[in-house]
């Protein structure tokens, strides 16, 4: 087996192999801060373009520039978007990283890599492409200092060659990507691509299997972030005061939402803001102009993750106990400080449905796509406002910062609706109100907004010590009929969440259980188990907190229900046991993932797996 | 039936209120409270300018000083938030409606220790608010502990001897960005009469620190902030005298040289320095009489210093001028050509 430099490429081990079309996987490693979003943003829509499904998950380092990054492709003709684990198709552009990346791979896989790595000599039994882009990028790129960012272009055209990608989706997705506004860039970079093309298709036999031919399952379907669809979601709900401190990975949620807000809400005959927008000195500060425009009636939103949401759990009582609205987006990360600020996790569902002292308890929601963040984000200002209280919308780095192939949004049908408010024509009518009163029978009380023209409008708002008419109070039998009221008002809100997407199989005697992100390895697992094991799962993939009833009648239904979660502790394992029967609990398995990486389905079935004893 | 005299008209203000509509409930802080004070000289401006109490949102942090909201304007929407965040709480409220008159009220505690940061963002906002600081340099809630605006050698009642320098709450309005920053004392009802109606007529942040003595825990000998040492040491920088936008001026004309501030509302705060050369608009001037003061360790009382042409944070931020909470959803939902515009750009 010949792995000598002047080897156009290296034969793989074995004999030639079937082809693998639209069923692998792409990883790009380069170095953080190069450009290479951009390169692998093109590649990702090429094959989009081409019909295929696609998904894209960045893996960054928290830096701004040097240290190793890598960049996952997955095309899958069987509409897979979860994170797979095995790469079989490295493209090597980091020195620091490029030997145990190699080393990693499993036999077969193909490589294009810098040239003077010599990362042929590692290993006899992958497909090499050596390609000496330091040389290719000199003639396309004059200018020296734009050499870095150029040369990441030369992959595409590379790629394309090797994986049939065809040219002209190439063309087209890099002119989208720099716009109309950066036109001349883009001319220099096409150039770039097509020279990694031309010099491909000079210098190399193809010897891997992969390919990508074209199919029609993408037609019609969008590519975005999470992120950009929770922040669409927020415009189309009608926000009105937004706050925010910066934080990974929720900041992009909130600058997407500035420009939305900025071209969609700008008076045109006026040319005032119809919106405001604070970035607050941290995120009690954030927290707290929230609830400040929410107790006045504005639709009010902030955005952050596990460290904002720790620190805004002394407002957030208050709001839970002075019955305010506020809608609070937790882009999950991995843990407190520096630990894995680019990582993603599932691990805030416990400390958040409980957030703050005393006894509280707040609605989540749990969004698994970029339709859902959109949804989600409309619904939870209509529970928020309707159940006066903080609701939660729990999504993750991975939904939130990734490039997802998504439907598009459907137009809100629903009315937007903003709860019980007495204006000043109510308050003539009935003379007066009593705050937290229980009229209806929901343990939702009428509040009336400040600025309300009557002299009956105006209360008093302030923590747990008030009777129904908002007056201080300690006695003992006020302070115990309000919290049971407010027991009582997370009963309505339980009936008024999203319902669980459930998926019941027969003859299935074990069912599944998760939230979020970890549907899309939940999916392909049960798959894997059907096929590789015949075991058949049901699934019920949750969508908001407090549980439903379908939760309960799924778990009686199945002998063993495995709780699928991104977190160590099993959190949102914990929170169901708080609900249920003893019987029922004893039903439970635990799955968990917390390594920071997107939940892939191979973790899932090996546990799965060897807890079944398959 | 004996017959009696018809009672006497009542009196009511330039809207028609009596003194009623603008009282809160009873106070339940001690007996001779500064605080207590100072709620009585607000439900009097109020009551004087004619402000329609409904139009007005009061807000709090926590402490003895923050329970006050409950005692003046009962018709006044009121939020007792919690300790040292009601910078937050205020600006969140003012931004959903920018038409509310917007008065917060703290202690020394509350702004100068835990809310340290959020009192110096709200004042590089000038956020249109009127924010007090009812300041007795000790935590009466929690029975007597220093509060970090106690001067350099005040003693407790226990002999504890203070030894930290004093964060001093008006130097760090001026240096942080506050457009009216005013020392009164609860004790000179005149002075802070004319004080909080120039301040409610102020369109920008108005810091008013009230020394507002502590009859529990800091009115004993070896205080700096006890009623007699603030009586003895108080030094009034000016005269002042506000005359509302409604009021016919030429009546009253004042001996002596006077300053005339005219405010956004067309009322006018007249000044007539007692501190010859003193000029409430320069920033250095204030600064340096504040600091000459804390080393004589007199109570510099009146107007440091006043700035009418600030940009306030909604004009920093562009806003409508309708109350964002109530905009109609034709304003706040686009129509669906805009979310169609969007996704035919992600496809």
Redesign the interface.
């Known amino acids: 087996m010949s792995t000598t430099e002047v080897s156009p490429f290296s034969p793989p081990s074995g004999e030639s192999q079937q082809p693998v079309v639209n069923d692998f996987s792409i990883q790009v490693a380069t170095v953080n801060g190069s450009g290479s979003q951009t390169a692998n943003n093109v590649l990702m829509r090429s094959i989009f373009q081409m019909g295929v499904p696609v998904s894209g998950k960045n893996m960054f380092p928290s830096n701004i520039q040097g240290l190793p990054t890598w960049f996952t492709i997955r095309a899958s003709k069987h509409g897979y978007i979860g994170r797979k684990k095995e790469v079989d198709f490295l493209v090597a552009m980091n020195p620091e990283t490029a030997r145990e990346d190699v080393m990693s791979l499993d036999a077969g896989a193909a490589v294009v890599y810098d040239e003077p790595l010599k990362l042929n000599a590692l290993r006899s039994d992958l497909h090499f492409y050596p390609v000496p882009f330091d040389k290719l990028v000199g003639p396309v790129c004059p200018e020296a200092k734009l050499r870095k960012l150029v040369r990441n272009m030369i992959y595409d055209g590379i790629v394309a060659w090797i994986l049939s990608i065809e040219l002209e989706e190439v063309h087209k997705a890099l002119f989208r990507q720099f716009g109309k506004k950066k036109a001349k860039a883009a001319e220099l970079n096409w150039g770039a691509c097509q020279a990694g093309f031309d010099y491909a298709s000079k210098t190399f036999v193809k010897t891997d299997p992969y390919r990508i031919e074209r199919m029609n399952a993408t037609g019609g379907k969008i590519i975005i972030e999470g992120n950009m669809a929770a922040a669409l979601g927020c415009v189309f709900a009608g926000v009105t005061v937004v706050t925010w401190y910066p934080i990974t990975p929720s900041s992009s949620l909130v600058e997407y939402l500035i420009g939305y807000l900025k071209r969609f809400r700008v008076d045109k005959e006026t040319g005032k803001a119809t919106y405001a927008v604070v970035q607050a000195e941290d995120e009690l500060a954030a927290i707290g102009m929230v609830l400040g425009a929410a107790w006045a009636g504005a639709r009010s939103v902030t955005s952050t993750a596990g460290p904002g949401i720790s620190l805004m759990s002394e407002f957030v009582g208050l709001g839970y106990y002075a019955e305010i609205p506020a809608v609070i987006f937790d882009v999950q990360r991995v843990g407190p400080s520096t630990g894995l600020p680019t990582r993603t996790a599932q691990a805030d569902i416990l400390s958040t449905a409980l957030l703050s002292h005393g006894d509280t308890k707040h609605p989540l929601l749990f969004p698994c796509s970029p339709e859902e963040c959109f949804q989600m984000a409309i619904q939870a200002f209509d529970l928020a406002e309707q159940y006066q209280t903080p609701v939660f919308v729990m999504t993750d780095l991975d939904l939130g910062m990734n490039n997802w192939m998504a439907d598009p949004f459907e137009y809100p049908t629903e009315p937007i609706r903003r709860g019980k408010v007495l204006t000043a024509e109510d308050l003539a009518k009935l003379g007066g109100f009593a705050r937290y009163k229980d009229v209806d029978g929901d343990a939702v009380g009428y509040r009336t907004l400040p600025g309300t023209p009557h002299p009956n409008a105006a209360y008093f708002t302030r923590g747990s010590g008030h009777n129904e008419k908002a007056q201080y109070t300690e006695r003992e039998d006020d302070y115990v009929n309000n919290m049971d009221r407010l027991a009582r008002k997370f009963e309505t809100i339980r009936a008024h969440v999203p319902r669980p997407e459930v998926d019941i199989r027969p003859s299935a005697q074990v069912g599944f259980v998760a939230f979020g992100t970890s549907h899309y390895g939940v999916e392909e697992s049960r798959d894997q188990l059907r096929s590789e094991h015949a075991l058949e799962t049901s699934y019920l993939r949750l969508r908001a907190y407090p549980f439903t009833q379908e939760l309960r009648d799924f778990i009686r239904r199945h002998e063993r229900v495995y709780v699928i979660e991104q977190d160590r502790d099993a959190q949102l394992l914990q929170l169901i046991r708080m609900e249920f029967d003893p019987a029922e609990i004893a039903k439970l398995r635990s799955v968990r993932y917390y390594g920071g990486l997107p939940l892939d389905a191979r973790t899932i079935t090996d546990h799965v797996v060897l807890q079944e004893g398959l | 039936m004996s017959t009696t005299a018809a009672p006497p008209p009542k009196k009511v203000n330039r809207i028609g209120l009596e003194i009623l ?1 603008y009282k809160g409930s009873r106070t339940t802080l001690c007996a001779g409270c500064g605080h207590n004070a100072i709620s009585e000289r607000v439900v009097e401006c109020f009551y004087d300018l004619g402000i ?4 007005v ?1 009061k ?1 709090s942090g926590i402490g003895c000083s923050s329970k006050t ?2 005692y003046f304007l ?9 300790h040292g ?1 009601m ?11 920018r ?2 008159l917007g008065i917060g009220v703290t202690g020394d505690g509350d702004t100068a220790s835990i809310g340290l ?2 009192y110096m ?1 709200l004042l590089r906002r000038n956020l249109p608010f009127i924010y007090i600081i009812e300041n007795n340099g000790v935590y009466g809630l929690t029975k007597g502990q220093f509060s970090a605006t106690a001067d350099l050698g005040s003693v407790l009642k226990t002999g504890v001897i203070n030894e930290l320098p004093p964060f001093d709450c008006c130097a760090l309005a001026l240096q942080c960005g506050a457009t009216f920053v005013a020392r009164t004392f609860s004790g000179d009802k005149k002075q802070l009469t004319a004080i909080l109606k120039a301040a409610i007529a102020h369109n920008g942040l108005s810091v008013i620190d009230v020394i507002s003595p502590c009859t529990t825990f800091n009115d004993h000998e070896g205080s700096t902030k006890s009623y007699s040492y603030t009586k003895d040491h108080e030094e009034p920088l000016q005269e002042l005298d506000f005359v509302p936008f409604y009021e016919d001026i030429s009546a009253e004309v004042p001996e002596g040289e006077v300053m005339e501030v005219q405010m956004h509302d067309g009322s006018k705060l007249r000044i007539r320095n007692l501190h010859p050369d003193y000029d409430p608009t320069s920033k250095f001037a204030a600064l340096q009489a504040i600091d000459e003061a804390g080393k004589s360790g007199e109570v510099l009382t009146g107007v440091y210093y006043v700035d009418t042409t600030r940009p306030t944070f909604m004009d920093m ?5 309708a ?5 109609p ?1 034709s ?4 129509p ?1 050509s ?3 515009q ?2 035919e750009e ?2």
């Open positions: 509509s329609q109490p409904w139009s949102a807000l909201p409950a009962g018709q006044s929407h009121g939020f007792n938030g919690v965040r910078p937050a709480l205020a600006t969140g409220a003012m931004l959903a409606n038409t509310l940061g959020q963002h931020l562009n806003m409508t001028d109350p964002l909470a109530t905009l959803v304003q706040t939902r686009p669906k805009a979310l169609d969007v996704m992600l496809r």
